[in-house]
């Protein structure tokens, strides 16, 4: 299993500002997940982060906007760039242990909870 | 493209009542499939996954879901509810290129005493 720490757990910012968020896993895993979970609605994803390589966006989602960092096998941020209150969300990390197989689980870090004024 | 649907937003309960969450998917070739639950303010656990092999799959908390190819589905169970298995309940399906899950839309579950 992996276990998913996120920082911050909920921050209210003001528009037009921008958000780190880091995600910390406390085994080293190839792939990683950052979703969004707006009020009351399913999660979505915004990207992959493989080490090494560029993030890979979903339909929608743009790296300026999310722009996105994995220096290593158990760290990546996520950038929520210039906000609007559309913005606000749970942002979710995930990652799947070892190599990231298809048969392997993917586990949930806690949560980041923005809030856009 | 591969979907999954819970056709229920919300599922009531009495506690100690046997209780279902529904799911069906598709999925081109064999599926791999995820139940997660989410409690308010947490982030989301997983709960169990099918993968292949036997139908029935058990899970924490005394979860199982039942995997059935025939109708594409692969719906959550428990014999006896209970009030702290209120919450939020996600089912998903790995995509095989590039690994990534894709979520239902969720299902509220509300256990009253």
């Known amino acids: 299993s992996a276990v998913i720490s996120q920082k911050p757990s909920r921050d209210i910012c003001q528009r037009g500002t921008s958000l780190t968020i880091q995600c910390q896993v406390d085994?080293?895993?190839?792939?990683m997940f950052w979703y969004r979970q707006q009020p009351g609605q399913s999660l979505t994803l915004i990207a992959t982060?493989?080490?090494?390589?560029?993030?890979?966006?979903e339909s929608g989602f743009v790296i300026d906007k999310f722009p996105i960092s994995r220096p290593n096998l158990t760290f990546s941020t996520l950038t929520v760039s210039n906000m609007s209150p559309e913005d606000s969300s749970i942002y979710l990390c995930?990652?799947?242990?070892?190599?990231?197989?298809?048969?392997?689980?993917?586990?949930f870090g806690p949560g980041t909870r923005l809030l856009v004024l | 493209a591969q979907s999954v649907a819970q056709p229920e937003d919300q599922v009531n309960v009495a506690e100690g009542n046997p209780l279902t969450v529904k799911c069906t998917y598709s999925?081109?070739?064999?599926?791999?499939l995820f139940w997660y639950v989410q409690y308010p303010n947490r982030g989301l656990q997983f709960l169990l996954k099918?993968?292949?092999?036997?139908?029935l799959v058990k899970g924490s908390y005394g979860f199982e879901a039942e995997f059935n190819k025939s109708q594409t589905s692969f719906h959550l169970k428990k014999p006896s509810a209970l009030v702290s298995d209120s919450a939020l309940y996600f089912c998903?399906?790995?995509?095989?290129?590039?690994?990534?899950?894709?979520f239902g839309q969720g299902t509220e579950l509300s256990v009253k005493p």
């Open positions: 995930s990652a799947t242990p070892g190599t990231g197989g298809l048969q392997e689980t993917q586990y």
């Open positions: 085994s080293q895993v190839t792939m």
């Open positions: 982060a493989n080490q090494g390589s560029e993030a890979t966006y």
């Open positions: 999925v081109s070739g064999n599926p791999y």
């Open positions: 099918y993968i292949t092999g036997d139908n």
């Open positions: 998903a399906v790995r995509v095989r290129q590039g690994g990534k899950l894709i």
